[in-house]
């Protein structure tokens, strides 16, 4: 760390703090390449502690730009990583885990169709999820960056618990209404909150740093697998016993991942690095800021995010208005985006090796664009699950390749402030997206003369064609290659 010394009778935590975040974005921003060579790989991971060192971040850009495993240093099983039996318990709790959360999904949105089937109190469900996010993951980052990781996801494990119990509760006891339904759904949103940052801020301790790309790959198919069982089981379990039992699993699932943390012995601790909250905030923002890839990163997110939500904000719509479904149709269709997105996952790596990250996530778009107008276009059952599959492709790859040039760009030391940033950047996208895309579906439907839910759609459709094409001014894997790849945790 180095401490600027200056005159004056200023205020001299600022000026410590702005001489750290100013060395740091003099390193983050260089554009000299020529010292690169020298740089990168100048340090090794640690193989007793797992812990990522902050350099050699050129070579996992430059993977992200080529896409070719035999180009990486992260060569091997895709499953390797599960051979630490630390990460694979983690592994197996958080997708238990992230089943129980598609359930509460499924039967959150389905419940408020019972409750109140107007478009915007649909969409609201998900904002009241992404709410909290928006308001509070970048304090909750610096939180993360400031004190023992593990005591707090212990916490927010047990918070996510408390309330789905509640939620399942008040359900079966038929006391629930549609305001209570999105007050709890705040609750589970805020431990989201304070869970997400901290947990991906604490991936790179688990495994050593040429599996980490393998690591956060296998996150993903954690993820689309869950997303896939977890709604279709959600449909059938409320189609029969109603939302309660989707709740239930819910508060059940937390239960896992509080003993998987509990059996963690975690070394490493952070520190405040002797600055206050106020100033470890104001490091954190100032340098994603200054920060060409993390900036470019959450500039296309949002440019996919806000057009990209019409697909999950008006879902429970289509499956009852447009399609005559109930429950098990929309867990259907839920799944069958799940599925797309597992098929995606396999074919990723060649789509980057031919396309390059950059023009990859263009083609996503594009892709996606066309399973949204294709859905908004057809009230066949097939067509509408065939578009949810190729919207299922569109979705992994985009914020597949999105999150893993954040997470190898952040320094260990900033890596739940950055996270943080691009969490709130997604959820403000998805909450504003929503929120829009409701609102237009019920304004075109109030005339009566059009369908309200597909004109959103449509209209959504052509939105991200637009968006797509101003994507490509900003590159992320070449805003990545021409920062200094040094990062040290200090």
Known sequence: MVWRVRRGPLLRDLICCDGVVMENVQNETSNSSGAYPAIAGSETSS???????????????????????????????????????????????????NLGTWMHEIGAGWL?????????????????????????????????????????????????????ASLAALTAAGVMTSWLLLGLTFLIGLGLTLHVPTWQASIPELVPRAQLSRAIALGSIN?????????????????????????????????????????????????????????????????????????????????FIVPGSALWGLLPLVARQRLDWGADGFGILVTSVGGGALIAARFLPLLQRRLGGDATIALAMLVFAGGLALMASSTHRGVVVAATLVMGCGWMVTLTTLN???????????????????????????????????????????????????????????????????????????????????????
């Open 112 to 164: 408020m169709t019972d409750l109140d089937a107007s478009p915007q109190m649909v969409s609201a469900v998900r904002t009241a999820m992404a709410t909290p996010i928006v308001l509070l993951a970048i304090p909750a980052g610096v939180l993360a960056d400031r004190v023992d990781r593990r005591g707090l996801l212990l916490a927010t494990q047990v918070l996510m618990l408390l309330t789905a």
């Open 404 to 490: 893993t040039a954040a997470q190898i760009t952040l320094p260990g030391r900033m890596r739940a402030r950055g996270m943080s940033c691009y969490l709130t950047a997604m959820a403000l996208s998805m909450s504003t997206g929503s929120f829009l895309w409701g609102s237009v579906a019920e304004s075109i439907s109030a005339g009566g003369r059009y369908d309200g839910v597909g004109s959103a759609q449509q209209i959504a459709a052509a939105t991200l064609l637009v968006t797509a094409a101003i994507g490509m001014l900003f590159p992320v894997v070449h805003a990545m290659r021409t920062c200094n790849p040094l990062h040290r945790d200090r």
């Open 223 to 303: 993820f689309n697998l869950a997303r896939s069982a977890g709604p279709a089981i959600a449909g059938a379990l409320v189609a029969i016993a109603g939302a309660w039992i989707a709740f239930s699993f819910n508060a059940v699932s937390f239960a896992g991942v509080i003993v998987v943390l509990l059996l963690w012995r975690r070394e490493r601790r952070e520190s405040t690095r002797g600055l206050s909250y106020r100033l470890s905030l104001y490091q954190g923002l100032r340098y994603v800021y200054r920060n060409h890839a993390m900036r470019h990163v959450l500039i296309r997110l949002c440019l």
């Open 47 to 97: 193989p007793a502690t797992g812990v990522l060192p902050e350099s050699g971040r050129g070579d996992a850009s430059a993977t992200l730009e080529r896409g070719g495993d035999e180009q990486s240093a992260d060569q091997g099983s895709p499953w390797m990583p599960l051979r630490n039996p630390v990460y694979r318990s983690f592994w197996i709790a958080s997708f238990v885990s």
